[in-house]
């Protein structure tokens, strides 16, 4: 079963911090959360000042990152089969995605420890820019691959 992952952060930069995180299977079920805590305004680039926060849905959506990460552990342990993740910004997404699956030493049973770069897969779009905010995002990722499925 393929995940699709996105991920709001920061900055691009090796010091992002995780802003938000969502998943989208092909099964309709999704899974997204907003990390509060452990990132503050002053940490975000003005793109992610000016993009990015404004669209945060804040709410139930907005947990700390223990609650976050407990979530997320829930979320993918409903899934019987092995997990792919797909990505289309290995390199951010799946380091954050990491840093919040992998827990006390331990990485989720049923998710495969290495991403796939949703670049390599196919022509990710017409070029559209996507609206940044890793729910919609994720979302976008997953239809240009069920659609073809």
Not at 109 to 118: E, G, H
Request: with cysteine.
């Amino acid at each position: 079963m393929r995940l699709f992952l996105d991920c709001e952060f920061t900055e691009l930069s090796a010091a992002a911090k995780l802003i938000s995180l969502a998943l989208v299977a092909p099964d309709g079920r999704e899974f997204y959360v907003e990390v509060i805590g452990t990132w503050r305004e002053y940490d975000c680039s003005y793109f992610v000042k000016e993009i990015v926060l404004p669209q945060l849905w804040a709410g139930e959506y907005a947990m700390p990152i223990i609650e976050a990460r407990k979530a997320l552990l829930q979320f993918l342990a409903t899934y019987d089969e092995e997990l792919e993740v797909v990505t289309d910004a290995p390199v951010y997404d799946w380091e954050l995605f990491c840093e919040l699956a992998y827990h006390d030493g331990k990485w989720p049973k049923n998710v495969r420890n290495f991403p796939t770069d949703a670049t390599t897969l196919t022509a990710m779009n017409d070029g559209e820019e996507l609206p940044h905010h890793a729910l919609l995002d994720a979302r976008i990722i997953a239809s240009m691959f069920t659609a073809r499925a």
